[in-house]
């Protein structure tokens, strides 16, 4: 089993739908990353979280400590959102990542 | 300001050879991670420096090496390659531990 587990794999929806992707860990963490993955490779991270609820535009990522989940929420999507969502969590010295979702918006 | 810079983007090279690729960091950023990405997977922890120092290891066989410059920029060594060892290198560079800044990655095919 991974230690960082995300669902689902794949997610398809339309212009303006409202998304989740949600990430479960079974290690303990200092940090959790949510970035976003282009073709070509390039990473972009969206956010960094310890604890709560953070918010960019129509990004929203929210961490539950106890129950070691987090979700990223995605509000009134757009195709340029299509792209890989990886979930990644900071275990001592270095970064566990998940496997990704991969998310097609149409319009 | 400059994000993470990886060079080169792209290389192609031939079983049994070595490979190095470099990675430049964010101005006053004094830690540098190594990923390696397998097509289709998500990345795989290979190492981390911190002012200087290594202060972390993957599991990946001793054919890999990496060592950081008083510079803070970084070096990953790749020996004896192998066909597996396809994939996309990616750096990401931090302040200490924390706010990862990734580059855009190496992609490497051994043919």
């Known amino acids: 089993k991974n230690e960082v587990e995300q669902s689902p794999q794949n997610l398809t929806a339309q212009e303006g739908e409202f998304i989740t992707i949600n990430c479960s860990y079974s290690?303990?963490?200092?940090?959790l990353h949510w970035l976003q993955q282009h073709p070509g490779g390039g990473i972009v991270s969206l956010f960094m979280?310890?604890?709560g609820k953070k918010k960019h535009g129509r990004l929203i990522a929210t961490i539950n400590i106890q129950e070691k989940h987090s979700s990223l929420h995605i509000t009134a999507s757009h195709p340029r959102d299509s792209a890989v969502y990886i979930c990644?969590?900071?275990?001592?010295?270095?970064?566990?990542f998940g496997t990704g979702t991969r998310l097609q918006v149409f319009p | 300001d400059a994000g993470v810079t990886q060079s080169p983007t792209h290389l192609i090279k031939t079983r049994g050879q070595q490979v190095t690729l470099r990675c430049s960091p964010i101005?006053?950023?004094?830690?540098v991670s190594w990923y390696q990405q397998v097509l289709g997977q998500g990345p795989q922890f290979i190492f981390q420096?911190?002012?200087?120092?290594?202060?972390g290891r993957g599991n990946f066989p001793d054919r890999f090496s990496a060592r950081q410059f008083p510079n803070y920029s970084s070096e990953l060594n790749v020996n004896a390659l192998l066909l597996g060892d396809s994939a996309l290198y990616l750096c990401?560079?931090?302040?200490?531990?924390?706010?990862?800044?990734f580059g855009s990655g190496t992609r490497l095919t051994v043919v």
């Open positions: 290690v303990g963490i200092s940090a």
């Open positions: 979280l310890s604890s």
């Open positions: 420096y911190y002012e200087k120092e290594e202060r």
């Open positions: 101005s006053g950023h004094k830690s």
């Open positions: 990644a969590v900071y275990n001592t010295d270095k970064l566990i």
């Open positions: 990401a560079s931090s302040p200490s531990y924390y706010g990862y800044t």
